[in-house]
């Protein structure tokens, strides 16, 4: 089993920042309504190794806390 | 155990006239049904031992989910045993759902205003088998049911009290997440992350069962499991209360065992008034279904969705031919956009623009680019919700727009085949969108 890391959004939470899609537009982009749409198209993404420190970044820019990073078996 | 009545009328018994028997008194509902069983409570850990009738019954939920019974009671029990000894939330909340959300159904209203006290008991065996201290009955307010609940509360003395409860009448009020919230903090906005049978009111594992699933629990402790699935689909056994509307001579409630064909329940309702253009099943989270392929499928869950439907709470509606079925999918989705609780940016603002995509469409003066700026939206708001109001509502208009897409290509042509005005599907107060902040009219 791999271990994968995870981005997840709280979408109650989401307030249209958009800070996450500055830090990571590689996964991350807009919508037309200024919400993060996850390149999964849902409320989970997983997150290639050479993103992670941009995730991470992404994670602590949202002023509202609506994204972690969690680690999951694959 | 008492005697079981036979046939398929027991939610609804009927009388020697072919009429649902008045059983709101105890002494008439408990003259008909015979007095409840005591009920064995739960032993650290394992449920009380009606949790093996209701396996023997196979009785899966009514609500819209046909989860099974048993299975949620497990769920909610190891949810509680995995709390700490200290922990204030260990014990099982009930939570019955009458809240009867979706407006074309009107089964849970029935039910209570004919049998309320099957349902109080359903309350009570669900209650003892999980050892719950506490539990409540939520009917919308405003409902007219409110007074005939109340009445039979003060008529029985219960072993666990419950509580009737009104939380505001709106569309997602009725999810669990959002009832368990309203019930312990008075916001009946849905929860993302937390299920009810995690943490539900007041953080404490939590049954939300529906109020027939809860009358079906009434008479499984009375006769047993074996009894029960006497009747119905293997997959679902039992019978299944149906809400059927629109073009049909008879619209109503029926009880009918699962597995029955769809085409007789519409001869019970006999049979259709007018052509109709197709079927809603489901509700306004549901699906629109071809006639013909509907009437060759079979009343159970997955019938209903082999042929593409979605058998939900119980709802069956035949729209009428002669009206547009475009603009029933416009101002359905309008009423939809504005019953958002508003959390969540892709349904606040999503649904009203699909909405608005729509009533472009409605019109004969409707063009290519609005149908592909629908079909565009449409994902945009599926997968990204706390609760599936978002996802239910873009089910509702992707299967429209398929099962009417002659009379969508008749719009993009100019031309709008309805001789009569749309408006047949029922809905109240519609609301301005995309709605104000979260929260706000949901107290």
């Known amino acids: 089993m791999n271990q994968v890391h995870e981005l997840r959004l709280d979408p109650t939470v989401c307030d249209a920042h958009g800070f996450c899609v500055e830090m990571l537009p590689e996964i991350l982009t807009l919508d037309e309504w200024g919400y993060p749409l996850l390149a999964s198209g849902t409320l989970a993404v997983a997150v290639p190794l050479q993103l992670l420190p941009s995730a991470k970044k992404a994670v602590a820019a949202c002023p509202v806390a609506a994204l972690r990073l969690v680690k999951v078996e694959r | ?443």
């Open chain 2, 1 to 443: 155990m008492s005697t079981p009545p036979a046939g398929i009328a027991r939610l609804l018994p009927v009388g020697p006239t072919g009429a649902a028997l008045d059983l709101r008194s105890l002494a008439d509902h408990e003259r008909h049904f015979g007095p409840l069983p005591a009920i064995e409570g739960p032993r650290i850990g394992h449920p009380g031992s009606m949790v093996h009738e209701i396996e023997r019954a196979g009785l899966r939920g009514r609500g819209g989910g046909w989860f099974p019974t048993a299975r949620k009671i497990h769920a909610v029990l190891e949810s509680a045993a995995g709390r700490r000894a200290w922990s204030a939330g260990r014990k099982p909340v009930v939570l019955a759902n009458a809240m009867e959300g979706e407006p074309a159904s009107s089964k849970d209203a029935i039910l209570l205003r004919h049998s309320p006290h099957l349902v109080l008991d359903g309350i009570q065996v669900l209650a003892a088998t999980l050892g719950a201290p506490s539990a409540f009955i939520a009917v919308h307010r405003g409902s007219s049911v409110i007074d005939i609940v109340t009445r039979a509360l003060a008529e029985r003395r219960d072993p666990i009290v419950i509580e009737l409860i009104t939380p505001p009448a709106r569309y997602v009020a009725s999810e669990e997440s959002a009832l368990a919230h309203w019930t312990g903090d008075g916001i009946a906005t849905p929860v993302f992350l937390d299920r009810p049978f995690q943490r539900g009111v007041n953080g404490r594992p939590t049954a939300v069962q529906n109020v027939e699933t809860l009358a079906h629990l009434g008479l499984i402790a009375r006769y047993g499991g074996e009894w029960f699935a006497s009747e119905g689909a293997t997959s679902a056994p039992g019978t299944s209360l149906v809400s059927v509307g629109g073009a049909v001579s008879s619209p109503g409630v029926i009880e009918v065992a699962t597995g029955t064909p769809v085409a007789e329940i519409i001869d019970r309702c006999n049979g259709f008034s007018g052509d109709v253009a197709g079927f809603l099943t489901g509700g306004y989270g549901g699906a629109w279904v071809a006639t013909d392929a509907l009437l060759a499928a079979e009343w159970s869950p997955e019938s209903v969705s082999a042929a593409g439907g979605v058998i939900g709470a119980g709802i069956l509606w035949a729209l009428d031919a002669r009206e547009c079925p475009v603009q029933e999918l416009a101002r359905i989705a309008r009423w939809m956009a504005g019953e958002s609780a508003g959390q969540c940016g892709p349904c606040r603002f999503g649904l009203p623009s699909i909405a608005d995509d729509l009533d472009l469409l409605a019109t004969p003066a409707a063009q290519a680019a609005d149908l592909h700026r629908i079909n565009a939206r449409l994902p945009l708001v599926q997968q990204r919700g706390g609760c599936k109001h978002p996802d239910g509502t873009a089910r509702f208009v992707t299967t429209g727009l398929h099962v009417f897409q002659d009379e969508v290509a008749h719009h993009l042509h100019g031309h709008c085949s309805a001789s009569i005005g749309a408006g047949s599907l029922p809905i109240e107060h519609p609301r301005r969108t995309p709605v104000p902040l979260p929260g706000r009219d949901f107290r």
